[in-house]
């Protein structure tokens, strides 16, 4: 069973006890009623999607009840670290994001298709 | 006048095999008291006993429990006729809300030389004494149904869990217990 941290809890949890709850650090616009069709549909519904390092939202909802967030590796599923919500995007070390990493060229899906340079660019 | 007769919903259930006990708890009061910090030391006052501040523990003083569940929730419960609500009503300082529950959950004591082992096997949590001591506490998974775990002794667990899903705690650690 994949144990998960909770920042709050400062323990490790079973994934039953959670709940995923999308990409993280969304910046609800402050001027909403102004903003166009499109753009709207950028902030409400467009997501990155990113295959390699993401930042998501994950909810201990059977347990201390937060929200949170998380780094992971969407291919290898493995959490890098949580964090309390409000607090800022963690910057990732070498040597963390390379523990994560999905076995080397094993299935397709779980051939990298990004590098450590193209995520410090964000 | 009439009066309506409260029934608990595992009302005159008792289980014991394989080293695993399981009995409903008496009837008591329940309250999910939420609190912002400034106004922990003064619900503490009121009902008698400090609020626990770190994860997964717990105070008890007189037969009131308060168990910390997150940052600023607590579940707290006191045998029947203590006035839990009366008091925390006379707390001024601070926001808080504290809403009885008690006729949303019920609660069973599993006791037993085998008390872990069936409750691993529906909670995958680790139940060990290091880990998990007696008087630790937190919200968690037995198998579908969301409870509240409170280590009373070595031995000795009590479940607390929607009244509705009573019937399925009991019969899952029932069935567990043959197991165990």
Redesign the interface.
Known sequence: ?LKIHCP????D??E??FHGAGEAHIARPTNMAELSNEDFEKFFFIRDNDKGIVFERWRHL?????FFNAARHSVSDKFIKTYKAGEKKPKLTKKEIEAVLPPAKSTPANEAVWTIEKEGKK | MANALRIQPLEDRVYGNNGVILQPLEACERISLRAEDKAIAGLGKAIGLALPKKPGTSSEKNGIIAMWIGPDEWFVTAPEGTGLEAKIDKVKTGLYSAVSINHRNTGLTISGKNAVNALNSGCPRDLSLTVFPVGACSRTMIAKAEVILYRTDEQEFRVECWRSFSDYVWKYLMDAARSA
Do not use: A, D
């Open positions: 069973m709050y809890c400062e323990e949890r079973p039953l006890e059977h347990g201390c009840g937060r």
